[in-house]
């Protein structure tokens, strides 16, 4: 601390009081509540996944009873789903970084900002105490008409719950698209905007247009559940087929509202520790739009063994194959960046390395799911929950971590330490692979997945499924720990202790509280690798770096 | 709307104009209801309904005189309205077309 206190005041000690944190507008210091917060909720959503895990490491329903099972993994689902994926790097990162990288001083609504943090909090408070108060059993998908009409549970309160929580999502991709389009500095041309910028973008759109929708849906539960309403009962002329109409309509957009921020990410690690400009700068830009655009037209594969028309199946079917070609074009460009680059192995670029392996093995499981005829066999069995599993965990969260580890010294002004993070990447590799592909297997082999008890033949699946998680259970701690211990004791970091291009490597870490002292004017192409020295305005040029 | 210097009076005389159609035609639905038009019940209500909000997204939401990329915003808002309704009206309407259970 004593280096920065010597210099310029940043934005963690610019102020000191509880006040000056809960009433910030400051995006960064935002970002920071919802990293904590987040980082609550992973742990919850993790002690869940811990309880699953250890009920189905024997055939027997030993350990809790079916419905406590049932609640174990509803509340796993939701809390992961809605209170951790969804707001993980957009409101962290995204948060912290989308002004910085535009050569902003914050995002256009600061206030706004503030506000979805505290819709979210007041929503994932809703969601966990009704959890306590009784618990809620119908899986995160809240199908009726067991929702609607059978379920004993707490359906009211976890659906206003997420109802609430939507809404934050909507004021962060709102705040977004306004600020990426109004407030990109002199010279800052679209083409010119980091990959990271437009990854937030097109989530944004997905975020704004697709969450009123699952806003709306889980309300008509509520009301067709207490009030009778009937919109997805057929006694009363509903459907209860529209119900998985309209939270697909949200579910399918909102898996891309977890992944495209992560392959923003990628996109910005993946050139740096490889020295190299990005291959394919344009297709990757466009390829995030396009995934958010067809990714609104294919969620019809998940209602493939519902009464769905089989042409409507056919429609959603070939769809789906079809938004498998831009996340294809994004995983050839990072290739093509990597060939005959200088890559190092920093852990950042080791997260990156398990984000395309796991990412490619959860997209190609993706096109065995959406071809029509497989599905029937392997829907609701646990293969669909190992292809969820290595998007939303080997993708999503591997890219989180390698984003976190990424833009650490910026955030914190301190590095981690290189080797424990290094060895919790690997483990969190291996823990990974060996809790979910076995899952892949058992159910090949048909194993049905929301059972607490299963036919003993499918156990060695599910002891070594067991097994990994406990690795990767020890893998997510470690970061915790030594993020933590470095915030103390880490070197301090400089600059750009990378050697990364971007506006946000040029100023100090931790950035001042006002971002930058005087706008930066852009006259250079994205990821000119190698090297990062140049003029963004004068008193921003930072000190050559050293890596 | 940085090309109109901005004029109070004229826009709250808009503003009423428009106040008034928007009555105008709440009148009109009104009327509508009493008369049986058979199948064109609905299309005239709606022909009404889809007028108004035209109207007030003009007017009231400054799409027009605004930046094109507000009118290109609302129209991926309402795009995405019809993708929801139009796949789901796919599968409704095209379930058992053969008279064959499932085809
Ligand atoms: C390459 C493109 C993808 C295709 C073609 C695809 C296809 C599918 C299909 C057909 C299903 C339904 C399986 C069934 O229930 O029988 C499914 C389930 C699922 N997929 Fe994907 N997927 C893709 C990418 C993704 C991504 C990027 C994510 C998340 C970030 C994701 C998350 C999910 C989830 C959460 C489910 C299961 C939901 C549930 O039933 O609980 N998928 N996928
Ligand atoms: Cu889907």
């Known amino acids: 601390m004593q280096t920065s206190e010597r210099k310029k005041p940043n934005y963690l000690n610019a102020e000191h009081t509880v006040a000056s944190w809960l009433l910030t507008v400051d995006h960064k210091r935002i970002a920071i509540l919802y990293l904590v917060s987040i980082t609550l909720m992973f742990f919850i959503g993790g002690l869940m996944a811990g309880a699953i895990r250890t009920e189905l490491l024997t055939p027997a329903g030993d350990l809790m009873s079916s419905d406590t099972y049932d609640k174990a993994f509803t509340l796993h689902g939701i809390v992961m789903v809605f209170f951790f994926l969804i707001p993980s790097i957009p409101a962290t990162l995204g948060n912290f970084l989308v002004p910085l990288m535009i050569g902003a001083k914050d995002l256009a609504f600061p206030r706004l900002n503030l506000l979805s943090w505290y819709v979210y909090i007041v929503g994932a408070t809703i969601g966990i105490v009704a959890t306590v108060t009784g618990g809620l059993d119908t899986g995160w998908t809240l199908y009726t008409p067991y929702s609607t009409a059978y379920a004993t549970t707490n359906v009211v309160l976890p659906a206003i719950g997420i109802f609430i929580t939507g809404f934050s999502s909507i004021l962060t991709g709102l705040n977004f698209i306004v600020t990426i389009h109004k407030m990109r500095a002199p010279g800052l041309t679209w083409f010119r905007l980091p ?36 919109i997805f009962d057929p006694k009363a002329g509903g459907d209860p087929v529209l119900f998985q109409h309209l939270f697909w309509f ?33 297709f990757i830009a466009a390829s995030s739009l396009s995934i958010a655009v067809i990714g609104f037209f294919v969620w019809g594969h998940h209602l493939f063994t519902t009464p769905q028309s089989m042409y409507a199946a056919m429609a959603f079917s070939i769809i789906s194959f079809a938004v498998a070609v ?29 984000f395309m ?45 390698a984003g976190l580890h990424f833009w650490w010294p910026k955030i914190t002004g301190k590095m981690y330490p290189e080797g424990p993070a290094k060895a919790a990447a690997l483990i969190i590799f291996v823990g990974f692979n060996l809790t979910f592909f076995p899952q892949f297997l058992a159910g090949y082999a048909g ?53 990364a291009t971007g506006l946000e490597w040029m100023i100090d870490s931790p950035p001042p509280p006002h971002n930058f002292d005087t706008t930066p004017v852009v006259n250079w192409e994205p990821y000119d690798y190698p090297a990062a020295h140049r003029d963004a305005a004068k008193d921003a040029v930072p000190e050559a770096a050293s890596v | 709307m940085p090309k109109h210097s901005y004029n109070p009076q004229a826009a709250v005389r808009a503003y009423l104009t428009v106040f008034s159609c928007l009555m105008g035609f709440t009148a009109l639905t009104v009327a509508a209801a009493f008369v049986d038009l058979g199948p064109m019940n609905n299309v005239v209500a709606m022909a009404i309904a889809v007028t ?30 019809m993708i929801m309704l139009a796949f789901p009206l796919l599968d409704l309407l095209s379930r058992n077309i053969l008279g064959i259970p499932g085809k």
């Open chain 1, 326 to 354: 831009p996340s294809a074009v994004k995983t050839f460009n990072w290739a093509a960046t990597m060939y005959k680059g200088s890559i190092t192995f920093e852990a950042p670029m080791i997260y990156a390395f398990g």
């Open chain 2, 52 to 81: 108004k909000a035209v109207l007030v997204a003009m007017i009231f939401m400054h799409l027009r005189g605004g930046s094109p990329l507000n009118v290109l915003w609302i129209s991926s808002g309402i795009f995405g309205f």
């Open chain 1, 357 to 401: 392996g796991l990412f490619l093995v959860g997209g190609l499981t993706g096109l065995f799911l959406g071809a029509l005829g497989l599905d029937l066999h392997v829907h609701d069995t646990y293969f669909v929950v190992a292809h969820f599993h290595y998007i939303m965990v080997g993708g999503a969260i591997m890219a989180y971590m």
């Open chain 1, 250 to 282: 949200y579910s399918h957009p909102a898996v891309y509202i977890m992944i495209l921020p992560a392959m923003g990410v990628i996109s910005e690690v993946i050139p740096c520790f490889s020295k190299k400009r990005i291959f394919g700068y344009n």
């Open chain 1, 447 to 499: 194993m049905p997945r929301r059972y607490h008890y299963y036919p003993p033949e499918f156990q060695i699946f599910n002891v070594l499924s067991t097994a990994g998680a406990s690795i990767l259970g020890f893998g997510y701690l470690l970061p915790l720990c030594y993020l933590l211990w470095s915030l103390r004791h880490g070197r301090e970091a400089g600059p750009n202790p990378w050697g």
């Open chain 1, 195 to 230: 990959l990271f910028i437009w990854a937030h973008y097109a989530t944004s759109i997905v975020m704004v247009l697709a969450t009123p929708v699952i806003a709306i849906t889980v309300l008509m539960v509520v009301l067709d559940r207490g009030f009778g309403l009937g």
